[in-house]
């Protein structure tokens, strides 16, 4: 049993809180998102002892994991507590009841439909082939011993000459010293199905296996030697139920789950172990030790959620529940008990809801406004740089249509372009200096051309990017290796990433020795070549269509007239873009309207083509104090209503930062 302590989360957690947008939509919390990858560096994550340190009144970030917990502590000098049998944690003088987590994993995952059959097919195929006298656990442990040459081969074994064969072409392969521990594993989660196969194989050929032309002696190894034909034999049901898996698996459940309840009356208990042994994670003891926090840290700072928010988050979740049962009875074999919507699993969704809003509430009122997020709240409200104008447009898109050959002078301009827009990271980045590298967020905002880099003022995540450290490759191992040995709050230079932009990044000090990125990047001309000629050409109609527009409008048309005839867009967007320009193409296209005087036309280009636009009237609101202490006001008081909705999972909130984990 691994021994887990509660390490205080330091301050750079709810920093990272408020890089967040504050409007993401409650769609965007029902997709599903991957576990991340545990992070090689934790032991320079300093922290400390939450029973020691936990000031209630300094409203501190909530405590998390870190992993692998035994080394912070070894760094730390702390002596690590030892854990009694009956406890999964300890916080402070507090130890966490093993079977109240145990309960707590039940009630988390236990209601999946999925784990559900598992458990129950795992029971029924076990009950089935012990009631044949098969040793199961020899069973498992032939395919084991065979398994790794089993998998170099990677085919049908059609004799024990096969076998000797093989052994004597792989007398210089060897298994790896941890290649069983990393096969076991698998192999025990699929060989009670290779069993049921090669003990039913007449049946489910007849039923299954003929009608994809597979031999009826296809697991039948002739030899001399019964153990070894045996052995071969299950290695060949295996080959078979893996790559024939879609067509084997509903043929098992149905036989296997026939007239079974899947709601499991008469095995929680056996469930709950079950569950425990084989499905519980270090990402789920964090989870449930967070819910234990929140709960703690929500009861001393008397933090209450409206009934209304409560509700309408617990509705949504129950819907959720409701839908992915119904849509796994349709799965399921005529004759089996459908599953029901479970009293307990929908108690335990109003807890998770109530854990999830109280998390959300304590790091968003604990995190104060940073200039340059005050500055973003200033260009969302008044417009950019304060800025507001209300605009009519006509798009034209300008199609790059892909060549099939070599284009004559695309390389060349693929070199200018890349040339130009290193030069314009350049100016971007002495301008940062003289500002002072601290502003490189403020920057950010309005020098990243993707409105999507924007809301976040450029900030990312390497792993995100690029993947885990050690599973980093080529140009994009060396591109990161220039990022990670980047001093804090040091700019990097104007480098090409791997992925065809021009980056620059500043690595900011989150505290306690983490990092943040921020990124300005801007995306080069595609890899593969366009019909550049023809490019330019439908570029110089596009714009020449929008200069007679721009006469025709100078001589009395109405924009609005026109944009229905000639728009591209005005299907989706309309003629006035006012309310939305911001939103679609970012700042950077509301910087080129600043340069259109009020009044007056003029022509902008963008990714996607050429935009005649109008600015029919402007209005000017300065950065004033007065300003700065209303949107500081507006933001202190979306954090003290108690109706503000719900905007995180405890996942996203945890992800903002590489180095913590958890999962929802």
């Not at 009356?265 to 270090?282: A, F």
């Not at 490189?440 to 309005?446: C, E, L, Q, S």
Request: contains cysteine.
């Amino acid at each position: 049993m691994c021994k887990f302590g509660v390490l205080n989360l330091s301050a750079h957690l709810l920093n990272s809180y408020c890089l967040l947008p504050m409007n993401i939509p409650i769609d965007m919390r029902r997709k599903s998102i991957r576990l991340h990858r545990i992070f090689k560096m934790l032991a320079l994550l300093c922290a400390v002892n939450f029973a020691t340190h936990f000031d209630v009144k300094a409203c501190p970030p909530l405590p998390v994991l870190l992993y692998p917990v035994d080394e912070v502590y070894a760094y730390n000098g702390w002596e690590i507590p030892e854990l009694p049998d009956d406890a999964i944690a300890v916080i402070g003088d507090t130890y966490i009841s093993k079977s109240e987590y145990k309960q707590w994993l039940y009630r988390k995952i236990g209601f999946e439909p999925d784990l559900k059959k598992q458990f129950l097919m795992r029971r029924r195929l076990t009950s089935i082939l012990q009631e044949k006298d098969i040793d199961l656990e020899r069973e498992l442990q032939l395919i084991m011993d065979h398994f790794f040459r089993f998998e170099v081969r990677g085919r049908l074994y059609e004799s024990t000459d096969d076998w000797h064969a093989d052994i004597k072409r792989m007398e210089n392969i060897s298994e790896h010293e941890s290649y069983r521990d990393a096969a076991l594993p698998r192999v025990k989660e699929a060989y009670l199905e290779v069993l049921y196969l090669a003990n039913n194989w007449d049946d489910i050929h007849a039923n299954v296996l003929a009608s994809l032309r597979v031999e009826d002696d296809a697991i039948t190894v002739p030899g001399d030697d019964p153990e070894l034909q045996h052995v071969l034999g299950l290695l060949n049901a295996f080959f078979i139920s893996q790559r024939l898996a879609a067509w084997i698996q509903p043929y098992i459940a149905k036989m296997v789950l026939a007239n079974q309840d899947l709601n499991l009356p008469d095995y929680t208990e056996e469930y709950i172990d079950w569950l425990y042994e084989n499905h519980n994670t270090k990402f789920l003891v964090e989870n449930y030790l967070g819910m234990v926090l929140s709960g703690w840290y929500a009861e001393e700072n008397n933090l209450e959620i409206s009934e209304t928010v409560v509700q309408e988050e617990f509705t949504m979740r129950v819907g959720e529940y409701e839908e992915l049962v119904s849509s796994f009875n349709r799965s399921l074999p005529v004759s089996a008990i459908p599953l029901e919507v479970s009293p307990i699993y929908v108690d335990y969704i109003m807890t998770e809801v109530v854990d999830d809003l109280h998390k959300s509430r304590a790091h968003r009122r604990a995190t104060p406004l940073r200039p340059y997020e005050l500055t973003k709240r200033y260009y969302d409200t008044y417009g950019y740089q304060g800025v507001r104008n209300e605009v009519r447009e006509i798009f034209k898109w300008v199609r790059r249509r892909r060549a099939s050959g070599p284009v004559p002078g695309y390389a060349e301009y693929v070199a200018a372009e890349e040339a130009r827009i290193r030069a314009e990271l350049e100016a971007v980045r002495e301008s940062i200096i003289a500002d002072g590298v601290a502003n490189f967020p403020r920057h950010a905002i309005t020098a990243n051309r993707k409105p999507e880099l924007q809301q976040t003022a450029g900030r990312v995540n390497l792993e995100e990017l690029y993947g885990e450290p050690d599973g980093r490759w080529g140009a994009v191992r060396d591109y990161t290796d220039v990022l990670e040995n980047l001093a804090l709050n040091e700019l990097s230079p104007v480098m090409k990433g791997p992925w065809n932009s021009i980056d620059l990044f500043w690595v900011a000090d989150a505290g306690a020795g983490h990092r943040s990125y921020y990124m300005i990047s801007r995306d080069l001309p595609p890899l593969a070549a366009y019909e550049y000629e023809r490019y330019q050409q439908d570029l110089a109609a596009a714009r020449k269509e929008l200069k007679d527009l721009t006469q025709l409008i100078t001589e009395g048309a109405a924009i609005e007239n026109l944009a229905a005839e000639h728009s591209d867009s005005y299907s989706r967007y309309g003629v006035d873009i006012s309310a939305t320009y911001q939103q679609i193409y970012g700042y950077d296209f509301a910087k080129q309207i600043g340069d259109i005087p009020a009044g007056g036309l003029g022509i902008i280009s963008s990714a996607e083509g050429l935009h005649l636009v109008q600015v029919v009237s402007r209005d000017v609101t300065p950065l004033t104090d007065e300003i700065r202490a209303k949107i500081t006001k507006q933001y202190n008081e979306e954090l003290a209503n108690q109706d503000d909705r719900y905007v995180l999972t405890t996942l996203q909130l945890f992800s903002t930062n590489p180095y913590f984990r958890t999962t929802e």
